[in-house]
């Protein structure tokens, strides 16, 4: 294959495998950090002591979360909780406690993550990282237990789906509004088995912040993962946590694609993905007036700040409708320095720790037969918030503030324009 | 609860369940009980609960569950294939698989096999699956179909009975023996 280029995933898979490598090879290679969390790393432990574990490869690459249901809101989850805490403690990884945040935005501030590496996670929303131009991806819980004895799993060298996004996002038109787009067109199991690299002016535009929103739901079509070439706002980012972003790699011009997709979004709507599938989304004109009993900002998803900031944007000196109830889950010491938080509590909104919390169904925002969600995670599916006789409507955070203000799913172009 | 016996050149017979596209594994386990429940006899009596409420209990062992495109997307729970192992399912056969199920079915010892042609299985169907081979036969309707070929490095992992029990029969990991380490 001399003189054909590379993507950015062939060449992290052949740096991490020591081979020249290319889409479709099957490799053993060598991870750089791993994570785990309390809904996945008990069958991780389990798995790894009856392997005979007894070390860990590397316990500073190693990260474990208390996130799922943080703090416990059972005596079952106060077990896993403790298990987890005493392994990190006899290992000596790095544990990051109830409160500390969702894994996923951790993981990246943290520094667990550097362009030109690879990091799995037993999660699917690892996939997340590959916005700094890493390869991430989820893996289970058995392959973690073997990534925690050898440092190494193998992969299938994945094909690569590239989307070229062109335009400036109009205002209040947000990266999440992107990401559902795309999703729509593509379905939920059109990528599968590839990664799916990001491409186009409104990728380069576009935040750090907005690119880890992209890049989280890819798994969302099935992909391995999303991921973009590392560009000056990459490191710049990374500088700016404190963290050396270290050199990344590239996809070369001339790299082989599966299929190349193109769109543009200068006169994008605010998009809704509605019950009960990620893929099936329409644009907010489609469903506005739909009666909503519970709206979720925060997730692994749209629980940055500049989330925060855009739905405070559109909150600020408003509240919330009578009769339905707002969840954020992002409080953290930047938020309360920026006034945020103050914002969410005049508005009404039930102000929760960091962490998983309604995403998940667990805890804290349990839904009700019949009851309808506005939701700014990434998954709608039947069940998903406890219970599945509900509704979940998956929206960017400009979205979510604007639905908690009038009760029904909003165009937040109109709350702001009154 | 113990598991069949897997032999190598068994094939995997039974009754299919039939399921459609797009089966997610919050269908499989939801989770708002793998959240809450860490023991597996407990945890499997929910198993594909969003679809079939009593699915557990009308569930037999050795059954077959047939479906769609994209089965098993979602999160990496691996709670989802192991209450299907728990619960006796034979094999899943379906049209594709979400990456991650599939591994993990693959690594906790359930077979998954790719099959193009499960819209002429139907609800019920006596069928016998053959993964060296890569057949499936209906028994009931008198046709075979192909299954796309499982990698026979993952077949072995299969056949041992997923990752765990290779690593306790050799002693370590497929790559630490191939690299001498
Ligand atoms: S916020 Fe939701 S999607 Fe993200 S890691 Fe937590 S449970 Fe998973």
């Given amino acids: 294959m001399a003189g054909v280029g590379k993507t950015i995933s062939e060449k992290i898979f052949s740096a991490a495998s020591g081979r020249d490598v290319w889409a479709g090879d099957l490799v053993v290679a060598e991870v750089n950090s791993a994570m785990a969390h309390d809904g996945t790393a008990l069958l991780a432990i389990e798995a790894f002591e009856e392997m005979g574990g007894t070390k860990v490869w590397n316990p500073s690459r190693v990260a474990l979360f208390l996130d799922h249901v943080a703090p416990s809101s059972n005596e079952t989850f106060s077990k896993v909780h403790k298990r987890m805490r005493r392994f990190a403690f006899k290992h000596g990884i790095p544990l990051y406690e109830v409160g500390s945040g969702v894994c996923h935005q951790l993981m990246v501030e943290e520094g667990y993550v550097r362009p030109g590496e690879l990091v799995v996670g037993a999660d699917s929303h690892t996939c997340t990282y590959g916005a700094l131009g890493a390869f991430a991806t989820g893996i289970g819980s058995t392959e973690m237990a073997a990534v925690f004895l050898s440092g190494k799993l193998w992969f299938k060298v994945p094909e690569t789906l590239k989307i070229e996004i062109e335009g400036s996002l109009p205002p209040f038109v947000t990266p999440k509004d992107v990401a559902l787009r795309v999703i729509g067109e593509v379905g939920a199991d059109g990528a599968t088995y590839q990664a799916v690299e990001l491409h186009g002016s409104t990728i380069e535009e576009m935040s750090v912040e907005g690119r880890l929103t992209l890049c989280n739901m890819a798994v969302e079509m099935g992909a391995k993962t999303g991921i973009i070439n590392p560009d000056e706002k990459t490191y710049s980012y990374l500088s700016q946590l404190g963290l050396n972003p270290g050199r990344g790699l590239s996809s070369d011009p001339d790299a082989q694609y599966a299929k190349m997709l193109e769109f543009d979004v200068s006169s994008l709507e605010p998009q809704v993905a509605c019950p009960h599938a990620v893929d099936n989304v329409k644009p907010v004109s489609e469903v506005e007036g739909t009666p909503v009993d519970q709206v979720f900002l925060g997730s692994c998803t749209n629980g940055r700040i500049e989330d925060l900031r855009l739905a405070a944007k559109i909150l600020e000196g408003k509240v919330v409708k009578r009769g339905l109830r707002m969840i954020v889950t992002r409080v953290y010491l930047q938020a309360l320095r920026e006034g945020l938080i103050e914002t969410f509590v005049k508005a009404g909104c039930a102000v929760c720790n960091p962490g998983c919390g309604p995403c998940v169904g667990a805890h804290q925002g349990v839904l009700a037969p019949g009851e309808v969600c506005l939701s700014t995670s990434n998954r709608n599916f039947k069940g998903r918030m406890g219970c599945t006789d509900a509704e979940i409507y998956l929206a960017s955070p400009a979205t979510a503030a604007a639905t908690a203000i009038t009760g029904r799913i909003t165009d937040p172009r109109s709350v702001v324009r009154a | ?181």
């Fill in chain 2, 1 to 181: 609860m113990k598991e069949p016996n897997r032999g190598k050149t068994l094939p995997i017979r039974g009754r299919a369940w039939k399921f459609g596209d797009d089966v997610n594994t919050d269908l499989i386990i939801a989770g708002k009980y793998k959240l809450s429940i860490t023991d597996l006899d407990e945890l499997s009596r929910h198993a594909m609960e969003g679809l079939i409420p009593d699915f557990a209990e009308r569930f037999r062992r050795g059954d077959l569950i047939v479906a769609g495109r994209n089965f098993g997307c979602g999160s990496s729970r691996e709670q989802a294939p192991l209450v299907l192992k728990h619960l006796g399912v034979g094999a899943v056969i379906a049209k594709s698989f979400a990456r991650i199920f599939y591994r993990n079915a693959i690594n906790i010892g359930l077979p998954a096999a790719e099959c193009r042609n499960v819209n002429r299985i139907s609800d019920g169907d006596i069928l016998e699956v053959d993964l060296e081979a890569g057949l499936v036969r209906n028994v009931t309707k008198g046709e075979s179909y192909r299954i796309t070929p499982i990698h026979p490095d993952l077949l072995q992992i299969l056949v041992e009975g997923g990752l765990i029990n290779y690593v306790k029969k050799h002693g370590a990991l497929p790559w630490q023996l191939r690299s001498g380490r």
